[in-house]
């Protein structure tokens, strides 16, 4: 993709609320969304991701959903627990033989026990 | 199944010197990324190998930066001579095949040029 923006830069939840991030891209061309998240020290991890075929994905607690036409797409997380504190980052891909990733600039989600 | 290595964790040279990063992709992944990320900002891509080839190496400074991939597994990314804002954390990943997106990243190896 050309460029992702990633809102809100901070999130505090409390312990059993919901969060959710917002990423919202700019090349028509993209067509698979990831959403990583990654601990103080770490490399990021795959938690869910997402491709333009589908408008929403659910694992467990987490949740996915894509709006193609207004371009946006949004991680969702439930019934949240101290251990989902970490650095949240958005991606996304427009394939086209390079399958490349732009990221955002990240979400820091605090769950306060 | 292991996950992608990379070496070392922590590095702290001066300005001017150099430095070499290495990465081991998730056994039989052909697409390997060498990406930089700066304190508070998303990872950015540097180089894309597959296989031993370079894909796209256009967002690498090339007057101080070369990574290589000789034989299609390990690889070096290099840094000479290092300057300040080179400070990041330098991190790897890798894919299964060209033909995927999924990237799997390892722990990363934190620079400090001071």
């Known amino acids: 993709g050309e460029n992702v923006e990633q809102h809100p830069s901070t999130l505090s939840v409390q312990e059993g609320d919901s969060a959710v991030i917002k990423c919202t891209y700019s090349d028509s061309a993209s067509n698979y969304f990831p959403w990583y998240k990654q601990e103080l020290g770490k490399g990021p991890q795959l938690i869910i991701d997402?491709?333009?075929?589908?408008g929403e994905k659910k694992d467990q607690r987490i949740a996915v959903t894509l709006n193609k036409t207004a371009k946006h797409f949004s991680l969702h997380i439930t019934e949240t627990q101290p251990e989902d504190s970490a650095v949240y980052f958005c991606a996304d891909s427009s394939g086209a033989g390079s399958y490349q990733l732009t990221f955002g600039k990240g979400t820091k989600l605090s769950v306060i026990p | 199944e292991a996950g992608v290595a990379q070496s070392p964790r922590y590095k702290i040279i001066e300005k001017r010197q150099s430095v070499a990063f290495w990465c081991n992709p998730i056994s039989g992944h052909a697409t390997l990324y060498w990406y930089q990320q700066i304190l508070g900002q998303g990872p950015k891509l540097l180089i894309q190998f597959q296989n031993n080839g370079v894909v796209d190496d256009s967002q690498l400074p090339k007057d101080r930066f070369s990574a290589e991939r000789l034989k299609g597994v390990d690889s070096t990314l290099k840094i000479q001579p290092a300057k300040l804002e080179d400070s990041a954390v330098y991190l790897c990943?890798?894919?299964?095949?060209?033909?995927?997106?999924?990237?799997?990243f390892g722990p990363g190896t934190r620079l400090t040029v001071l």
């Open positions: 997402i491709r333009s075929n589908v």
């Open positions: 990943a890798s894919s299964l095949d060209p033909g995927t997106d999924t990237q799997y």
